[in-house]
């Protein structure tokens, strides 16, 4: 860990960023470079907050289940028979076994190393050869179970169990998302990545408007005019509207494949896309008629694994031609994603010089500058 002289230049640092965007500083290159940072983050921030662990339609039925990591931390969530959601440590009572890998459907949760048995509520209900010992009692042994809860669509987990409830741990979240009705939304596509680069800068680049001209020029730049500023909201998130030309969903060349806007939607929703970040770990985009997000899970400081889920609403993903025309969106979100991780990945290189200092945010991104000053209080006070 940190030296104490080294630990209050980085507090010294980070109260140079400031609520006030002309004068705020970037966050310190250590933020995403020093693995002692890691550390803090996931054992303060990632266990104490309403942490983003996919769309709740995911999961479709009793068994559906899916395996992921937060930190160290191996997590399964599930469909129980009730048709709740749970999610479990992915560490067996017995000796410890990660239980289930990768996604699936199952009955039962069964240990692969000496057959200890749960049911979708966690509760264990069977164990080889264990008769002999009349003490030893099934329920003292069920899966540690984590906190979750939903919103607008949205499964959030708190690891920890501290954290304020849900809804006012997201504020005004669904007030400012009310429009676009997001729990009607349908997943189509979900995928699986990783990246070399911090889980921040991850989320930072698809929430700023500055690169725009420069990392995608000929693809995405035409499709956005200045925005708007960030909305004014309470909440540990940050969001901003902006009108674009023709649709965001789609390239400049591929407006003709445009699917139906979601029917409630009106005036200026129509013709813009709206860009929100939910601290930590979550960010999506929903233009009149589609949403694409991202889930960031770090992994180590310069690598992450991205979670990316694409959602249309429920009526076009009914029409005949859906497959094709989603075709032509998933492309546009595939070739900005290839745009930016090239740069991605040079900034971290960039980042990790000892020698990498703390820039000054632009009037182009406020979203990020949010963050940076949410996430400057939370470590500040952490550390
Ligand atoms: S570690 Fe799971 S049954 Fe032994
Ligand atoms: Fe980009």
Same mark, same amino acid.
């Given at each position: ?26 966050? /310190? ?73 990768? +996604? ?13 048995? *749960? +049911? ?75 990246? +070399? ?12 408007? *500055? ?63 709206? *860009? ?11 233009? /009149? ?31 005949? +031609? ?62």
């Amino acid at each position: 860990m940190h030296q104490h002289s080294s630990l209050s230049r980085l507090n010294e640092k980070l109260s140079r960023v400031s609520q006030n965007l002309r004068k705020s500083a970037t966050l /310190p290159p250590q933020c995403y470079a020093d693995e002692s940072i890691i550390e803090v983050e996931l054992a303060r921030l990632f266990d104490q907050s309403w942490i983003s662990v996919g769309r709740t339609d995911r999961w479709t039925s009793s068994g559906s289940y899916s395996t992921l990591n937060i930190g160290t931390t191996p997590i399964i969530i599930i469909r129980n028979n009730d048709n709740d959601l749970k999610a479990f440590a992915n560490s067996c009572r017995h000796r410890g076994s990660t239980l289930l890998q990768g +996604d699936g459907d199952c009955k039962k949760i069964r240990c692969p190393f000496h057959c200890w048995t *749960y +049911d979708l509520n966690g509760k264990l209900i069977f164990t080889p050869r264990m008769e002999c010992d009349e003490n030893f009692q099934h329920s003292d042994y069920p899966l540690i179970e984590f906190r979750l809860d939903t919103s607008d669509g949205f499964l959030f987990i708190n690891m920890d169990g501290s954290a304020p409830d849900l809804t006012s741990w997201l504020g005004d979240f669904s007030k400012t998302m009310l429009p676009w009705d997001m729990r009607s939304l349908a997943s189509t596509r979900v995928r699986e990545f990783d990246v +070399d680069c911090n889980w921040k800068t991850f989320i930072e680049v698809f929430n700023e408007y *500055y690169h725009l001209p420069y990392v995608h020029p000929s693809s995405l730049n035409w499709l956005y005019p200045e925005p708007d500023g960030t909305d004014d909201v309470e909440g540990n998130f940050t969001s901003q509207f902006g009108e674009t030309n023709g649709n965001a969903g789609l390239l400049p060349e591929d407006q003709n494949h445009a699917l139906p806007s979601a029917p409630q939607l009106k005036g200026r929703e129509l013709n813009g896309t709206r *860009y929100t970040w939910v601290y930590p770990n979550l960010t999506f985009a929903t233009a /009149p008629d589609t949403m694409w997000m991202y889930e960031t899970f770090p992994i180590a400081a310069n690598k992450t694994r991205i979670i990316q889920t694409i959602c249309f609403p429920k009526q076009s993903v009914e029409a005949d +031609d859906f497959e094709t025309k989603a075709q032509h969106y998933y492309n546009r979100f595939d070739e900005a994603l290839a745009e930016d991780i090239p740069f991605l990945e040079q900034q971290q290189k960039g980042l990790s010089s000892k020698y990498a200092q703390q820039g000054q945010f632009s009037v182009l991104e406020p979203s990020v500058a949010n963050f940076a000053y949410w996430y400057a209080n939370k470590v500040k006070d952490l550390i």
